[in-house]
């Protein structure tokens, strides 16, 4: 007796779609085949395709300190519509999470979310002896470091002090990577009232000199570095030649959209850093996904209400939802051919894992949670903001089609979401990690 089996999916094994059923009991998948048995739920899966839970690498819900904007529980809620089973979220709240006593807070808030959960610990100029100590941390994913400001307090930007980071670090370091001393030099090329500007003040210069000293001091201490959001062509050639030690991600909204024409339509709205650039960088990103060398999809998923965002720029905050339409969004370019599905599984299930070392995640196995994600490849959504679970209430995307959407959303072997309503408490659980 299974306590659900998903029936007549096609589902993603092994890099290839089966027609498997799945049987799960006690949050984990038992069985893999052909089952006659009987269960306490059936979910038919016909014409639906069954992915490994997917994984948002980047996101931020903003609690404890903006909760107008995001909560833990209001972000776990838009993660599960857009068919997502875990989050890894960002440190720069107000107080920071930068020791463990505002770690073990964020714990303990996490009980009230849909999806699994890991949270990144901050790095500061003066915690790192503590940076030495979270090996073995329950629920924390890795190590957050802002080698440029951006939203909240958080920043480490001289290089002894990135350098002490690395040195002391006992996890994978994730890196906003902007040059904080070439922002500050280019601070006079912001024109007031004119957000085309941004991809100017926060130019490629201001990406790849933080990004060269960062793989320089990653490889100098031998420690992992990943580097978010990677925006510039010349990044893209210089990490992929620098792979091992060094991972990267890309962004959906720096796929999907580009400047000028993102500026013009969406002015504010398509404010983030780093910036949206030009159609030449959007190529060189699709070059690099293309060819396997980015390692990860992470939605940078950063709220901002819609009276925030319509202030005058440069007043306008930085920063868009996006983990409800990560997955319709990138499989929307499957769907167009741009990359294989099994690309974007590498990107958002398995690579995760590989690089962060997460437990029994990203794959469907025997023995192996059941997180899993469900999706109609030929359905056609149009996102619309009246939609969107997240506080903030809008998406860039408000108004486009895309073609791929998540049907239901299963964690630790429960139905959270199916046909776009969520079901049930919330029950997710912090994620495990191996100890090497």
Same mark, same amino acid.
């Given at each position: 007796?299974?306590?659900?089996?998903?029936?007549?999916?096609?589902?993603? @094994?092994?890099?290839?779609?089966?027609? $498997?059923?799945?049987?799960?009991?006690?949050?984990?998948?038992?069985?893999?085949?052909?089952?006659?048995?009987?269960?306490?739920?059936?979910?038919?899966?016909?014409?639906?395709? *069954?992915?490994?839970? =997917? @994984?948002?690498?980047?996101?931020?819900?903003?609690?404890?300190?903006?909760?107008?904007?995001?909560?833990?529980?209001?972000?776990?809620?838009?993660?599960?519509?857009?068919?997502?089973?875990?989050?890894?979220?960002?440190?720069?709240?107000?107080?920071?999470?930068?020791?463990?006593?505002?770690?073990?807070?964020?714990?303990?808030?996490?009980?009230?979310?849909?999806?699994?959960?890991?949270?990144?610990?901050?790095?500061? #100029?003066?915690?790192?002896?503590?940076?030495? $100590?979270?090996?073995?941390?329950?629920?924390?994913?890795?190590?957050?470091?802002?080698?440029?400001?951006?939203?909240?307090?958080?920043?480490?930007d001289k290089e002894k002090d990135i350098e002490k980071v690395f040195?002391?670090?006992?996890?994978?370091?994730?890196?906003?990577?902007?040059?904080?001393?070439?922002?500050? *030099?280019?601070?006079?090329?912001?024109?007031?009232?004119?957000?085309? /500007?941004?991809?100017?003040?926060?130019?490629?210069?201001? #990406?790849?000199?933080?990004?060269?000293?960062?793989?320089?001091?990653?490889?100098?201490?031998?420690? $992992?570095?990943?580097?978010?959001?990677?925006?510039?062509?010349?990044?893209?050639?210089?990490?992929?030649?620098?792979?091992?030690?060094?991972?990267?991600?890309?962004?959906?909204?720096?796929?999907? @959209?580009?400047?000028?024409?993102?500026?013009?339509?969406?002015?504010?709205?398509?404010?983030?850093?780093?910036?949206?650039?030009?159609?030449?960088?959007?190529?060189?990103?699709?070059?690099?996904?293309?060819?396997?060398?980015?390692?990860?999809?992470?939605?940078?998923?950063?709220?901002?209400?819609?009276?925030?965002?319509?202030?005058?720029?440069?007043? /306008?905050?930085?920063?868009?939802?996006?983990?409800?339409?990560?997955?319709?969004?990138?499989?929307?370019? *499957?769907?167009?051919?741009?990359?294989?599905?099994?690309?974007?599984?590498?990107?958002?299930?398995?690579?995760?894992?590989?690089?962060?070392?997460?437990?029994?995640?990203?794959?469907?196995?025997?023995?192996?949670?059941?997180?899993?994600?469900?999706?109609?490849?030929?359905?056609? @959504?149009?996102?619309?903001?009246?939609?969107?679970?997240?506080? =903030?209430?809008?998406?860039?995307?408000?108004?486009? $089609?895309?073609?791929?959407?998540?049907?239901?959303?299963?964690?630790?072997?429960?139905?959270?979401?199916?046909n776009g309503e969520i079901l049930g408490d919330p029950e997710g659980?912090?994620?495990?990690?191996?100890?090497?």
């Open positions: 007796m299974f306590d659900l089996i998903i029936k007549n999916g096609q589902c993603y @094994i092994n890099g290839n779609l089966e027609k $498997k059923d799945i049987g799960i009991s006690n949050n984990q998948i038992a069985e893999i085949g052909v089952l006659k048995d009987k269960s306490k739920e059936t979910f038919d899966a016909k014409g639906l395709t *069954v992915l490994p839970g =997917c @994984i948002d690498t980047q996101v931020h819900f903003r609690e404890p300190g903006s909760t107008d904007a995001e909560d833990l529980n209001s972000g776990s809620k838009a993660a599960i519509i857009g068919g997502i089973t875990s989050v890894f979220e960002m440190p720069n709240t107000n107080p920071p999470t930068t020791n463990f006593e505002e770690f073990d807070k964020k714990i303990q808030l996490g009980k009230g979310m849909f999806c699994n959960h890991a949270f990144y610990f901050g790095a500061t #100029a003066e915690n790192y002896s503590t940076l030495e $100590k979270l090996k073995d941390l329950k629920g924390c994913c890795g190590i957050k470091l802002f080698a440029g400001s951006s939203t909240g307090n958080l920043l480490v040195e002391h670090a006992s996890k994978v370091v994730a890196v906003h990577s902007e040059d904080e001393e070439i922002l500050k *030099v280019r601070k006079k090329l912001i024109e007031e009232g004119n957000v085309a /500007s941004h991809p100017i003040w926060r130019n490629e210069e201001v #990406a790849m000199s933080s990004t060269r000293r960062i793989v320089k001091i990653a490889k100098r201490f031998n420690k $992992k570095a990943h580097v978010l959001h990677i925006t510039t062509k010349e990044e893209v050639d210089f990490l992929s030649q620098n792979k091992g030690l060094i991972t990267f991600e890309i962004t959906p909204q720096h796929l999907t @959209i580009y400047a000028p024409d993102c500026y013009n339509k969406l002015g504010t709205y398509a404010q983030m850093n780093p910036p949206i650039r030009d159609k030449s960088h959007y190529d060189r990103l699709w070059y690099a996904i293309r060819n396997n060398y980015n390692d990860t999809i992470g939605s940078d998923h950063a709220p901002h209400l819609k009276i925030n965002k319509d202030k005058k720029y440069p007043n /306008s905050p930085s920063g868009m939802p996006g983990v409800q339409t990560l997955l319709p969004v990138m499989l929307d370019h *499957v769907n167009n051919k741009r990359l294989q599905l099994q690309q974007l599984m590498k990107l958002i299930c398995e690579n995760p894992v590989q690089i962060f070392g997460i437990q029994n995640k990203g794959y469907i196995k025997k023995g192996y949670d059941a997180d899993l994600t469900i999706v109609d490849l030929n359905k056609e @959504i149009e996102i619309k903001n009246e939609n969107i679970q997240s506080k =903030c209430g809008w998406s860039p995307f408000h108004g486009e $089609k895309f073609k791929g959407c998540p049907i239901a959303t299963i964690v630790n072997g429960k139905i959270k979401m199916k659980k912090p994620l495990t990690f191996d100890i090497t």
